[in-house]
């Protein structure tokens, strides 16, 4: 590889790690906040707080790269330019193709990191956080072992415990249970502790009495106890066979669904599949963009500038369409082969404008005329 190629692409790295971390940074710090209630009502710890939103940093890596590539791209070139190494480079004989080059094989490896990410590190990441997720949800020990507020954890019981020591020795217990509606029942306890089982989690009460009350007769029984052990019920925490939402599944599971009846959601993960298969050609789309508009008419401070926004313009726009892409196939999916071809189009195009610059080439055409 020339040299010149090694210097370029020794430029675009720097901006490009910058940009992806500032962004990856950001929009992680945003969506940690989802996790507040987690940390604050069910007992998150900050250890597992970090491996969750870790696990969902590869679906936003699969956005932030391409537009991080993109304002590099814009960054490295236009300072080539006001600088004068593109006119340099261009007056020993290069050709805007082989200026592009640089670029575009940071792009082709950008795009294959992204296919990576949609195709096997977003679905296996997003399906173990999850499971987490629901685990800590429904996780009695979560729910129980919060000190001071009376907990439902399902309908029709409710529990209260005082404080909870070090050891995990709970204090101070109620427990109302009007899961049956004809006995409805309350345990007090002085104390306690939450068990695991194979049957599931039970909460053993020592030194604390029970009352029944029959709704026919409303009659009342009491009785006292050293050692009492309540038992949840069916009521495990994690389904083994809940539903996969679309972010979960790896592509033949979205494109060929086994456990799917429902006609709409069928539609949503062929959408699904079909944005996963898409979005990575951004990162390529993205940087022709950016250097069509940039190797497009004179080289100056001046006008290089409405070429910048010019290019930042349509890239939002790419971007909002590839955003709208599910939601669009989903209603219509007679479109999809539209699609491909639209966006193998734009590549085409922007191509076009870079390596063969027809603006330049019009414009010469008609000062020459002239």
Request: net charge neutral; glycine share 8%.
């Amino acid at each position: 590889m020339r040299r010149f190629s090694l210097y370029i692409m020794g430029q675009l790295i720097g901006p490009l790690i910058v940009v992806a971390f500032s962004f990856t940074g950001v929009i992680w710090l945003t969506q940690s906040l989802r996790f507040i209630d987690l940390i604050i009502n069910k007992g998150l710890s900050f250890g597992l707080f970090l491996y969750m939103t870790a696990l969902l940093l590869p679906s936003l890596l699969s956005v932030i790269l391409p537009i991080a590539l993109f304002a590099a791209v814009l960054y490295t070139y236009h300072q080539l330019i006001v600088d004068r190494e593109i006119i340099v480079l261009k007056a020993i004989g290069l050709s805007n193709a082989r200026l592009a080059l640089p670029a575009l094989g940071i792009a082709g490896v950008v795009m294959l990191l992204c296919y990576a990410i949609n195709l096997y590190f977003m679905p296996l990441g997003f399906h173990e956080f999850k499971n987490i997720q629901s685990q800590v949800r429904n996780s009695f020990a979560s729910l129980l072992l919060r000190e001071g507020v009376f907990n439902t954890p399902i309908d029709g019981l409710t529990i209260y415990v005082r404080e909870r020591s070090k050891d995990g020795e709970l204090r101070g217990i109620f427990v109302h249970e009007a899961r049956n509606s004809t006995e409805p029942s309350t345990l007090m306890a002085e104390s306690g502790t939450l068990v695991h089982t194979d049957d599931g989690p039970r909460l053993v009460l020592l030194n604390g009495n029970r009352q029944e009350i029959q709704v026919g007769n409303g009659e009342l029984s009491l009785l006292y106890f050293d050692r009492y052990a309540f038992d949840f019920g069916d009521v495990g925490g994690l389904d083994a066979t809940r539903f996969k939402e679309a972010k979960e599944r790896l592509l033949p599971d979205l494109l060929w669904p086994h456990d799917v009846v429902e006609e709409r959601h069928r539609r949503e993960f062929a959408a699904e599949g079909h944005r996963r298969l898409i979005t990575p050609l951004v990162s390529v789309l993205f940087v022709f963009i950016g250097l069509g508009a940039l190797f497009s008419g004179d080289y100056n401070r001046r006008g290089s500038n409405w070429r910048l926004l010019f290019a930042v313009a349509i890239a939002v726009s790419v971007q909002a369409l590839t955003f709208g892409l599910t939601g669009l196939i989903v209603r219509v999916p007679d479109l999809i082969p539209l699609i491909y071809l639209l966006f193998g189009l734009m590549v085409g195009v922007t191509w076009y404008v870079v390596a063969l610059d027809p603006l330049r080439r019009t414009m010469r055409s008609i000062g020459s005329s002239l």
